[in-house]
Each structure stands twice: as structure tokens, then as C-alpha cells.
């Protein structure tokens, strides 16, 4: 055994000619490949831009509706998708529905990824009684349905979109602080956060260095999930008059005010409920995407 | 040029004085009524320059030991002496002692963070230690280099652009990166190919020499452990069973066990190869050990009284020591 062999060239290891590949450039790499999440990230970037491009881009007044021409079909004439039942034009209304909708769909996930991510991250780094404690208290939260929980509390808040977006914000916290609690475990026992620890680096240098950076992406990636069952339950708030009042546009609601008028015109009654569904899919196969594409073994 | 934060800490007791003593070290885990005594009562010693290898099955308490000594788990009793100065709370600081004493682990990929380059892992523990940048790049290339990667090349790319042999030796660059004096290898060999092992194998031995280092070398192949070890230790639920000079503990094992682990190599002899394998059964549950020696279940020389009296480490040879009641009587 004294005799290995050594199979090592007298020089240096040269590395591959190619150039080296940051993390992301390789993310970005393997996203441009997977066309059903490019579809959908365009999808949702053409919406953006219409949402946000509303009063440019929009036919008709969202508020200034007619008697005459209530509940007209889908093709009417300088009214594309029809019209809602007190006259108003669909096309305006789901533009300015889309603002509505977004806004509390992606506020209490980005403020429940804030919150949730933070204490999520304590308490698997920090393990012991205190990440005993968090745990325990988002175990209590999800002793109740996510809806009813949504639902209880903005009940108890009052209507509003304000009070919608704190219910919501704290029906997505606990979820988010399991997945963060989850995810910094399983990197915290890992041998590059040992052999840190054995350098005598402190806390904060370890978490900032070797824990954010490798828990970040798997939390973001859950909370865009997130985003899909936000738009969601936001439309069933404000569906069961929780969320946003009339005459405000917004997805859910429409769907509530047009339910009368399912005989009528479904097609028209429809509408909403499919942007909400294309919008939450976009967001969920987006995700989904992501997941894959920052995978670095795949 | 030198940087007084960074350089070798210097030699205090001289050679004769052991670089590492390690006397009575326990970790006990789990609660009253199920505790597993993964170390039991360990006590040796590493000598300035020299490898202590530790060999034994899984879940013996090699690695329990190593992450023991080096601070990374809290002890249930005993003391570790680096240099003859006590390691902890009225001795040396554990700052000071971590700069001395550094880690390569097994597992090539988990030890590297994905996110950095291979030039910021090897820079992280430097720069905490207050190295400038400029002087951090420096050590970066220069430790590159001695463990045979081109500096240029490697130092901007990340872990999963490196084959399993290249992030070994990223590794050990990085376990160099403070200048310590001893180096705890756990297993670090074990995930690599044949021929990639004995470039990493040779590479140990020339660093070895060229920064004045100690070893303590865990590993369960024994042919690694004969080939880089000059002392051998060999480990059995939590305990030492035997540690002797390698050639004299291969010659002739002392302790049972040892001549089992021995015997279940594989000959490169056809007319050798044994059908009857040499240890059978698992190492009993070490939540419940056996009582007197805690290999006598499973012990082919078994005697009256061995499940009753528990064998000390007594002399063989000089510098040989074994735990068996045989060791004692002859």
C-alpha cells in the first residue's frame, strides 16, 4: 500500500476550458429551456402591464354604467366582452378588477414571506426553547382552515382591503414560517455550516454567509405559490362582502354581483372567475418553474 | 508581509510535549432511561507530527469524537488539552484554539456552500479572522496551488462544476486556510474513487510535510488507515479497545476485535479468501451495552468472566496498549 501509484500530472489540475457559471446565470440558463413557465411568465407580464397601464388603456369609465345596455353579450358592439349588470363595461372592469386583485394577492404574501421567512429561519437556527416557542404558536394558527381563518378575522376587523390584506397576511405567516423552519434545519447540519462554526466565525457572519442565501430561494419559491391561493381567498372574501366594497373593481366581487345573472349571460358571469384562474395558474406553474430551475443538480 | 493574526501559532511545550491529549472525553445523548453513550470514556494522545488513524465500524463514535474534539458538540465529561494548555473556560480560548485545529469532512459536496465561489469558501475563515482582501486573494492562490488546483481557474468557480477529487481538495485548502497545526480527517477518502483516493492520499502526506501538520485520521478502510497512520486506534461502542504503532497492531492484533477487522479485508490472494466471514452480527445497541466487555457477545475467544470484569487498557508492547482480559493475564 506505501506504493500508490500517483495517477496526478506533475503540474497543476487545469479546469475545464469553459467559462465559469454563476448560480443564477445557470437558474437562468435552465428557465430560458422550460417554455411553459416562459408562456406564463408573459401571461403574467402582459397582465402587469395592463393593470398597471389601466386608465390609458382602458375603453369605458369602470364606475359609469347604463340601463339601457345592461347584461349585453360577449361580441356587443364597442363592448368586446359585454357588459355587468348595472351597464358597465367588462373589458374596463376587469382591467381595474386586475389592480384590485393583484394587490391583494401579492401584498400579504410578500409581508407573510417578510415576517413569516424571519421568524421561519430563527427558529431553525436557533432550534431550542425559542424555536420550541415559534413552532408551538404557528401549530395553534393551524389548528383552523385558512379560510375560515381569513375569514374570521376579517369578519372580526370589518370589511375593507386594508383589513383584507392583514387577515390574509396573517392566515400566509404561519405556512411560511413552517417551510423557512424546515428548510434552515435541513441546511443548518450541513458540513459547510460545521466547518464555519469550526473557524470561529460568529452567528450573524454564518447566517448572512452560509444560511440566507441556501433558504432564501426554496421560501421564495413557496410563497409565489402563495400568491395563487391569495388571489383566491381575497375573491372569496370580498365574494362574501369581506374584502372590497362595491362600486370598487375587483375579480372576486364581480364574480359575487354577476352570480344573479348565471341564467343570463354566463359566459359574460364567467369572466372574472376565469382571470382568477388563469392569473393563479400562471403564478403556480411560474413557481413551479422556478423550483426546477434552481435546482443545481438537475 | 506576515500577518501576526494569520501566521503558525508557535510550538509551546516542545516536541516531547503530545500537540493533542485528549483524557476521559464522554458524549452522552438522549434522556434518562434510553442514553446512548456514543463516547465513553476516551483518552489518547496525538504526538507533534505524527497520524493517529481511529478505525471502527459505523457508529462506533468516530465521528461523535472528532466534532468532540474539535468544539462542535459540548462534551458530557472529560477535557481536551491542545499543547498542554486546557481547551475551554480557564484555559485557552475556543477562538484561539479553532485557529489551531481544523476539520475536513466526508462528504465533498455538503461541506462546500453552493453559493460561493470555490475562492470565497477557502477566503471565509480568513477574512473572519480579519485577513485584508488583498491578503486573503493571496493565501486563496498560494493554498490553490499547494493542494494542485490552478488558482486562475478554480478560484472563480463554484462546487458543482468540481468532480468529487477537485472538491476534496478544495476542502483541505480551505481546512489549511487558517494554518493550523492539526487537521481532523473524518473519512475523507471514503466518497472517492480508487485512483482519485490515492491522488488525495498522496496530496495529505506531501501537505503533511510541507506545513509542519498533525493528523488525526478517521476512516473504516483499513488499508487507507495503514498506508498514512504511524498510530493506529480502533474504537469499539464509544470505547478504545486497542491503539499501538501501525505496523505492530497489523502484525499482531491484541484485542480480539481488532483481529476481526483485520481478518475481514479482502485478500488480494485467491487460496486466502475466507468463506466464513470473520464478525458476525451487528454492534449491539449501545443504549444498552453488553455488561463486562462490550464485545464479548460477539467475541470468538470468549472466556469466563468476560461479561463480568471490564478490561483496562494494559501493555502489549511498549506503546501498544489493548483492552482484553488475555492482554492482562499474559
Known amino acids: ?298 | 508581509m506576515a500577518d501576526p493574526l494569520l501566521d503558525p501559532v508557535p510550538d509551546l511545550g516542545g516536541p516531547a510535549q503530545p500537540l493533542l491529549l485528549v483524557q476521559n472525553l464522554s458524549r452522552h445523548f438522549g434522556k434518562k432511561g434510553s442514553v446512548v453513550r456514543a463516547v465513553d470514556g476516551v483518552s489518547f494522545a496525538v504526538k507533534k507530527g505524527e497520524t493517529l488513524g481511529i478505525v471502527g465500524e459505523s457508529g462506533c463514535g468516530k465521528s461523535t469524537t472528532s466534532r468532540l474534539i474539535m468544539g462542535l458538540i459540548e462534551p458530557s465529561g472529560g477535557e481536551v488539552i491542545f499543547d498542554g494548555e486546557h481547551v475551554g473556560p480557564g484555559g485557552m480560548p475556543l477562538s484561539v484554539y479553532r485557529r489551531q485545529v481544523q476539520m475536513v469532512f466526508q462528504d465533498s459536496y455538503a461541506s462546500l456552500n453552493p453559493r460561493l465561489t470555490i475562492g470565497e469558501s477557502i477566503g471565509f475563515a480568513p477574512r473572519v479572522h480579519g485577513l485584508s482582501r488583498e491578503a486573503t486573494d493571496a493565501r486563496v492562490r498560494d493554498l490553490l496551488a499547494a493542494v494542485g488546483l490552478a488558482p486562475d481557474q478554480f478560484a472563480r468557480r463554484y462546487p458543482h462544476e468540481l468532480s468529487g477529487g477537485q472538491r476534496q481538495r478544495v476542502n483541505i485548502a480551505r481546512a489549511l486556510a487558517l494554518r493550523p497545526r492539526l487537521i481532523i480527517l473524518d473519512e475523507p477518502v471514503s466518497a472517492l474513487d480508487k485512483s482519485v483516493e490515492a491522488q488525495v492520499l498522496n496530496l495529505l502526506v506531501d501537505l503533511k510535510a510541507e506545513f509542519d501538520l498533525s493528523y488525526l485520521f478517521i476512516s473504516h478502510d483499513l488499508n487507507v488507515v495503514q498506508f498514512i497512520a504511524d498510530r493506529v486506534l480502533v474504537m469499539y461502542l464509544g470505547q478504545v479497545v486497542e491503539i499501538g504503532p501501525v505496523e505492530a497492531l497489523y502484525r499482531e492484533a491484541a484485542h480480539p476485535y481488532t483481529a476481526a477487522l483485520l481478518a475481514s479485508r479482502p485478500s488480494m490472494d485467491p487460496d486466502l479468501r475466507r468463506t466464513t466471514p470473520p464478525l458476525t452480527g451487528d454492534p449491539p445497541n449501545p443504549v444498552n451495552p453488553p455488561s463486562g466487555c462490550r464485545f464479548h457477545p460477539r467475541c470468538a475467544v470468549v472466556q469466563r468472566g468476560c461479561d463480568i470484569h471490564v478490561p483496562p487498557l494494559a501493555d502489549v508492547s511498549s506503546g501498544h496498549l489493548a483492552a482484553c482480559v488475555r492482554v492482562g493475564a499474559a
Not at chain 1, 413552517?178 to 447566517?207: H, K, M, N, P, Q
Request: with cysteine; net charge positive; charged share 10%.
Open chain 1, 1 to 298: 500500500m506505501s506504493e500508490i501509484a500517483s495517477t496526478a500530472p506533475s503540474g497543476l489540475i487545469q479546469a475545464p476550458a469553459r467559462a465559469p457559471a454563476g448560480y443564477w446565470s445557470g437558474v437562468f440558463k435552465r428557465l430560458k429551456r422550460d417554455r411553459l413557465t416562459l408562456i406564463c411568465a408573459g401571461i403574467l407580464l402582459v397582465m402587469l402591464i395592463m393593470i398597471l397601464a389601466a386608465p390609458l388603456i382602458a375603453p369605458h369609465s369602470p364606475y359609469q354604467g347604463s340601463m339601457i345596455r345592461r347584461l349585453k353579450p360577449i361580441g356587443f358592439p364597442g363592448y368586446p366582452l359585454g357588459t355587468d349588470e348595472l351597464g358597465r363595461d367588462m373589458v374596463t372592469r376587469l382591467i381595474y378588477g386586475g389592480r384590485l386583485s393583484w394587490l391583494l394577492g401579492i401584498t400579504p404574501v410578500v409581508m407573510a414571506f417578510v415576517i413569516g421567512g424571519l421568524l421561519g429561519i430563527i427558529a431553525g437556527f436557533a432550534g431550542g426553547w425559542l424555536g420550541m416557542l415559534i413552532m408551538r404558536v404557528t401549530d395553534v394558527f393551524y389548528a383552523f382552515p385558512s379560510v375560515l381563518l381569513a375569514v374570521a378575522i376579517s369578519g372580526a376587523l370589518g370589511a375593507g382591503i386594508f383589513n383584507a390584506i392583514l387577515s390574509l397576511t396573517l392566515v400566509f405567516i404561519p405556512p411560511i414560517i413552517r417551510v423557512a423552519e424546515t428548510v434552515t434545519t435541513s441546511v443548518r447540519v450541513l458540513d459547510y455550516v460545521e466547518s464555519a462554526r469550526a473557524s470561529g466565525a460568529s452567528v450573524f457572519t454564518i447566517v448572512r454567509v452560509h444560511v440566507l442565501p441556501n433558504v432564501l430561494g426554496p421560501i421564495f419559491v413557496y410563497a409565489t405559490n402563495l400568491i395563487s391561493v391569495a388571489m383566491i381567498l381575497a375573491s372569496g372574501l370580498s365574494f362574501l362582502g369581506l374584502g372590497t366594497k362595491p362600486p370598487e373593481a375587483e375579480w372576486g366581487l364581480m364574480l359575487n354581483t354577476l352570480r344573479t345573472a348565471i341564467y343570463n349571460q354566463p359566459l359574460v358571469a364567467m369572466l372574472p372567475g376565469l382571470c382568477i384562474f388563469v392569473t393563479s395558474i400562471c403564478f403556480n406553474l411560474v413557481s413551479d418553474g422556478l423550483r426546477g430551475a434552481m435546482d443545481v443538480r438537475s
